[in-house]
């Protein structure tokens, strides 16, 4: 059974915390959804982590709804959500173009739009069309220009209007919010407002979940950043691997006949007589 929107609201209600991770692609997927990470995002971070830009801005529906589609058949029990990408929901009528391709040909449960009340009219367009939508507040990447890489409301009148942000997308319909780069008793007090679940990255241990990066949790490069916490070295075993198998053809020590196949002699000698 896959985790519904339901799910996450009674995990809330519960006071369960809500595990969400980032996947782009068929192998990614399958092990989080083994992993019981009920919650996955098909993140516009690709553009960053898988396709080595330096910002999301390049990444095009068409990004999102191939690899979108990859996750949603690896994954079979976790709830599937997308971003739009930069400049697809600017009016309402690009909003449903965008969230329709990504639902109807992805097949993903729900779409993520970063921003609070100057989008609350596109958030509630779409949840009353009946697409489930996540919120994304503080640091929005898309934005990243004008907003810079770093902690975002640390003033009391940016913090206040995250607050009234994070209340109406709430009043707009959105069955979740990512607070990113947030300080974490701001953090904490919006999760005390509202009634939907907030999943933070960046945003302390006050957040109702928490979203990571697959490629910073897993150690894929040599640095992530100061709010992952590294649960493996991938990137080490993996390069370790790769050195171990080129050495190993130039040695001339793979394949070995195990992993070769025969043919009868006869036959041979008549194909090349
Ligand atoms: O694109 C992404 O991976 C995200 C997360 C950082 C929340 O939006």
Redesign the pocket.
């Known amino acids: 059974m896959r985790t519904t929107l339901m799910d996450i609201r009674q995990m809330k209600a519960a006071g369960r915390r809500i595990a969400?991770l980032?996947a782009y692609d068929f192998p990614s997927a399958k092990l989080a959804d083994a992993a019981g990470v009920p919650m996955l995002?098909?993140?516009?971070?690709?553009?960053m982590?898988v396709h080595g830009h330096d910002t999301?801005l390049p990444v095009t529906l068409d990004d999102m709804a191939r690899h979108a589609a990859a996750v949603v058949r690896g994954a079979q029990k976790a709830l599937v959500v997308c971003?739009l990408p930069f400049l697809t929901y600017a009016s309402q009528a690009d909003a449903v173009a965008a969230a329709r391709r990504l639902m109807q040909e992805a097949h993903v449960q729900a779409v993520?739009l970063?921003g609070g009340r100057a989008i609350a009219p596109i958030v509630q367009h779409l949840t009353t069309l009946g697409v489930p939508v996540m919120g994304?507040l503080g640091f929005?990447?898309q934005s990243q220009h004008q907003l810079g890489v770093r902690v975002q409301a640390k003033q009391a009148a940016c913090a206040k209007r995250l607050v009234e942000d994070a209340l109406a997308l709430e009043a707009a319909g959105a069955f979740a919010v990512?607070l990113?780069l947030v300080p974490a008793p701001l953090a904490k007090a919006v999760t005390e407002r509202l009634r939907i679940p907030t999943?933070g990255?960046g945003a302390g241990a006050g957040c109702d979940g928490q979203?990571?990066?697959w490629h910073d949790v897993l150690g894929l490069f040599d640095t992530s950043p100061r709010h992952a916490k590294r649960y493996a070295e991938i990137g080490a075993a993996i390069e370790t691997a790769l050195r171990a198998y080129a050495a190993d053809v130039e040695s001339g020590a793979f394949p070995t006949k195990g992993q070769s196949s025969s043919m009868d002699e006869d036959e041979l000698a008549r194909a090349l007589a």
């Open positions: 969400m980032t995002l098909v993140g516009d971070s690709l553009g982590v999301t971003d993520k970063e994304h929005t990447p990512v990113e999943i990255i979203v990571q990066v």
